[in-house]
């Protein structure tokens, strides 16, 4: 059975203050029956690190660099991550492809640095408007996931996120159909790369514009296992609303 997880990206959002919301996030999930992680700005980790030590909560980084150490200025390796507190991070975020140029093979060799250091890559993958348009949604999710996925990944240190750009923070959403083709796919492919062990143990979320008000419907879907969710996250009655609609599946 894959543990379901409810993964919160705060992007660049939040100072000292919104350390109130994991406050009272925590408050209200000291034992939990799904998994719950948030992934605060650089800036906040440690202080987020030790606001959500006594709960169910985890939190997470948004990003590390592929080496251990050097000169690489304003970068942040994963080793420094699992210091402050880490225990996930997210890698090939849409906006980091897009704002960053960043590659599969970045984000693969990332990806092998989170995973050597100890904490679980959540890797994104998504297909832009104009790519499910030309109907090429699976080819470029099937790309992304053999160009960004490791050969040492497992269900443990392993977490796949469908993200289709069009929909992260504009309130559209794919149809539950759409969902499940994806979801399926990607299903699919972990089992044929990995074999079925591994392949059925790797955790599949979806994320764009989840919100308290469709994800009991999303989370029904088969072979989703929970969400990542950026402007629901930011505030912890919303995010809490998805938690319970997971934790009820
Ligand atoms: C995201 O950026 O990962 C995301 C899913 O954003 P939103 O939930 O705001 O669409």
New binding site residues.
């Given amino acids: 059975m894959r543990r379901k997880l409810a993964a919160g990206?705060w992007?660049m959002n939040g100072t000292g203050s919104a350390l109130s919301e994991l406050a009272s996030l925590s408050q209200s999930y000291s034992k939990a029956s799904v998994d719950i992680l948030i992934c605060p700005p650089a800036t906040l980790l440690h202080r987020a690190a030790d606001a959500v030590a006594e709960s169910a909560v985890t939190v997470g980084g948004q990003d590390c660099h592929s080496g251990h150490s050097g000169a690489h200025t304003g970068d942040i390796s994963a080793d420094m991550l699992l210091d402050a507190g880490a225990t996930s991070v997210?890698l090939g975020?849409?906006?980091r492809r897009v704002d960053h140029g960043e590659h599969d093979e970045d984000v693969r060799a990332k990806a092998r640095a989170a995973m050597d250091a100890g904490l679980k890559a959540v890797i994104?993958v998504g297909e832009s408007l104009e790519q499910r348009e030309a109907a090429n949604t699976l080819d470029i999710i099937g790309g992304q996931m053999s160009g960004s996925i490791p050969d040492q990944s497992t269900g443990e240190n392993l977490i796949v996120?469908y993200?289709p750009i069009w929909?992260?923070?504009?309130g559209k959403v794919p149809t539950l159909e759409e969902i499940g083709e994806v979801h399926d796919f990607m299903r699919a492919r972990l089992e044929r790369r990995f074999g079925e062990g591994v392949g059925r143990s790797v955790r599949l979320l979806y994320?764009?514009?989840?919100k308290p008000s469709n994800a009991a419907d999303i989370f029904a879907v088969s072979n989703v296992d929970g969400a990542?969710?950026?402007?629901?996250?930011l505030k912890a009655a919303d995010f809490s609303g998805i938690i319970q609609a997971l934790e009820s599946i």
């Fill in positions: 990206n992007k997210i975020h849409s906006e994104c996120a993200e929909a992260i923070g504009t994320g764009g514009s989840v990542l969710v950026g402007g629901a996250s």
